[in-house]
């Protein structure tokens, strides 16, 4: 099959630069002083996220000329290479921070296997869903074998500890299945089973339990894990409608924690107000609306497919973060995407955008 090539969403495009460059901007601004007294270098994770920056947005424009016939075939490979990278990370070569084992890699060169398998998963059920499209109104064959895909990677993520990156997976695949036409009611039983695993996995670690408790009444915990929300909460609401002034947040000053990776929209908030979060949901509307005329235009079923995983994967996390940082949900390590402070996220973040672009030039809505 030949399909007519034309020129990439240059609205997709020009999105995903302005929340790039916005997360540059909030990186320098949300860690200039953490970095300054740690490393005596106020830029030390302004630079690293801008040379990881660079290297995503190079990444994108790869991936975006590559021959679309030619993507599919890559889904399996990557899928194994993340699967096995998930495998690794929990062993002696995982790389260990703050009592979890998700990066591989030397020094500064670290990679998280969870955010390749992110992008493997969605590659891997869009060829799957592709070839299988006509089962999967059938339990046994159309649905359960992705059930079982669900948790043998949300299963391997787990041993690191990561729930909050899990959750985002099991959750893609089953809005995946659901674009695909799956039964409601299998996807109920799929929905009323993964959440009864979610409460039992809070159940069984203490210390998701008391962020769950804290997360219903955090004042009531304010010295412990109610803390963290609260600080957020006050980032957002000193910041009223136009902000304080991009750099004079007072929360950075090590009264909020993260304040440059998962609670970046809390700094957001504080410094350039109502306004400036409007505007970071706002992109991130504009980019769902972009992604998923995408995924309805795609030349076919399996670039449908990808286009919409891709869009639900990256947008999901937004809503979780930005829930996260609102006290709406309870706190989970997801970070902003293009915004957070984290080179693998970026990078496979845009390697992701990189796979949308590439459908975009052989939509048929030009």
Known sequence: MRLKKGPPDFVLFLTVLALTAIGLVMVFSASAVTAGV???????????????????????????????LRIKEF????????????????????IDVKGSSRWLGVGILRVSPSELAKIGVVMFLA??????????????????????????????IMLQPDLGTSFAIAATVFFMLMVAGARWSH???????????????????????ERFIAFLNPWKYARDEGFQTIQSLYALGSGGLFGMGLGRSRQKFFYLPEQYTDFIYSIIGEELGFIGTSLVIALFLLFAWRGFKIA???????????????????????????????????????????????????????????????????????
Do not use: E
Request: aromatic share 10%; charged share 5%; net charge positive.
């Open 127 to 156: 060829k799957t869903l592709d070839v299988k499209l006509d089962n999967i109104t059938s339990l046994k064959n159309g649905v359960a074998p992705y059930i079982l895909l669900i948790a043998l990677v949300c299963g391997l």
């Open 296 to 366: 309805i235009n795609a030349p076919d079923t399996f670039g449908s497919l990808l286009a919409a995983g891709i869009t639900i994967m990256i947008i999901f996390q937004a809503v979780i973060n930005i829930g996260v940082a609102s006290g709406a949900l309870p706190v989970t390590g997801i970070p902003l995407p293009f915004i957070s402070y984290g080179g693998s996220s970026l990078l496979f973040t845009m390697v992701g955008v990189g796979l949308l672009l590439n459908i975009s030039r052989f939509s048929s809505y030009r």
């Open 75 to 94: 889904a399996l490979p990557l899928f194994i290479i993340a699967m096995i990278c998930l495998v690794l990370v929990v062993t002696p070569l995982g």
């Open 187 to 209: 996807l109920g039983m799929i929905a009323a089973s993964g959440l009864g695993v979610v409460a039992a996995l809070i159940a069984v670690a203490p210390y998701r339990m």
């Open 38 to 68: 740690w490393y005596n270098d106020p830029y030390h994770f302004f630079k690293r996220q801008l040379l990881w920056a660079c290297v995503g947005i190079i990444a994108m424009i790869v991936v975006m000329k590559l021959n679309y």
